[in-house]
């Protein structure tokens, strides 16, 4: 069992000239390395987790080191991208709930994103693309690069890809630094890819590191969740939804939240944070800072009742920039008329009452042709089913 239980209280004091704007300016910012102890997911521990009346949470599959993103064939075959550098396609041949048999179809460094569409395969690592068919088995053919050349991990080296319904491929490509100007002008995007040919362009900018993003199933509206900026005190940044609109601009590095400046870096063009601010779109929903969100998907399925079609399900990992530790739960997101509403606790438990040990860290969402939801925990290598 891997034990840390690490506290690290760091002051943070940044006082300079920035042109003529201000002066000189000074804040103070407290900032908490924490980071719970982990545990095992015993039986008990899993049986214990708060959800709603009715649900209940089973492992589908586990012993699968570190499992992140998902996705589904038209035949059921669920595929998981590990940081192993691999992915593993996991059957459930008997319709129990449980995964009855694994097998590794593609090796890559770097995947992590991953996608189907017309018995297509599509992944992503961290400067390509690539896709293949899938086999009558399940296996996955050879592997074609189509896209290619895009920037550098840094910091963000999670890439992620989603089909828009019958449209084209949208990546996420995270920012390189915590915040900084950027030297590629598609780092901190949102992109979008013909599939047929790879041509890509800019779709939206200014977003830190969107990992988790799907499309309203009424709306058609593109929303997803931004991990905000380190740093900046246990309650900032806040962690962002965002309704991502062709050619809008969210902010980061410069501004967050409904317009609140950070102070660590100055606009371009001698720019005022409030006159950039006014220039960008404002985040839809925020939630507790450093509580890292990773995949949103909107529920489409029938298992659930009526009431979860068309709310969003967030997966949050968990902080470790935060005293007292937050995120390591899964939440939803109500919407009304196609725009958010509110947004409650769905799955919590996996972080303890006092904050210092946990034993899971939610990353991956996918719904199941039955209608229920796996979600990955790249922790204790398990993937959870959700029912009703």
Known sequence: MRKLFLLITIICTTSFYAQEKEGVISEEKVGHIYKPEE???????????????GFKVTKFAESLGEPRMM????????YVTRREGDVVMLKDGNKDGKADSREIVVTKEGAHGI???????????????????????????????????????????????RFKPNEDLFVSVGSTCNACPETRE?????????????????????????????????????????????????DDQKEELNKIEEGGNYGWPYVYADGEANKADEPPNNMSWEEYAEKTKFPQMLFTAHSAPMDLIFYRGEMFPSEYRGKALVTFHGSWNRKPASGYKLRTVDFEN???????????????????????????????????????????????????
């Open 39 to 53: 545990t095992e997911a015993t039986a008990s521990k899993v049986n214990s987790l708060s959800k709603p009346e």
């Open 71 to 78: 996705a589904v064939s038209e035949a059921g075959n669920v």
């Open 115 to 161: 996608a189907i569409q017309d018995n297509m395969f599509y992944l992503i690592t961290v400067n390509d693309i690539f896709k293949a068919e899938i086999n009558n088995d399940g296996s996955i053919g050879e592997l074609k690069k189509f896209v290619e050349n895009l920037p550098d991990g840094g910091q963000h080296p999670n890439r992620t890809i």
């Open 186 to 234: 598609e780092n901190a995007t949102m992109l979008r890819v013909d599939p047929a040919t790879g041509e890509r362009m800019i779709f939206a900018k200014g977003l830190r590191n969107t990992i988790g993003f799907d499309w309203h199933p009424e709306s058609g509206e593109l929303y997803g969740m931004d991990h905000g900026i380190d740093w900046l005190g246990d």
């Open 338 to 388: 196609g725009e958010p509403t509110r947004s409650e606790d769905f799955l919590t438990g996996f972080l303890s009452e006092d904050g210092t040990s946990r034993f899971g860290r939610p990353v991956g969402l996918v719904e199941l042709h039955d209608g229920s939801v796996l979600f990955s925990d790249d922790q204790n290598g398990i993937i959870y089913r959700i029912s009703y």
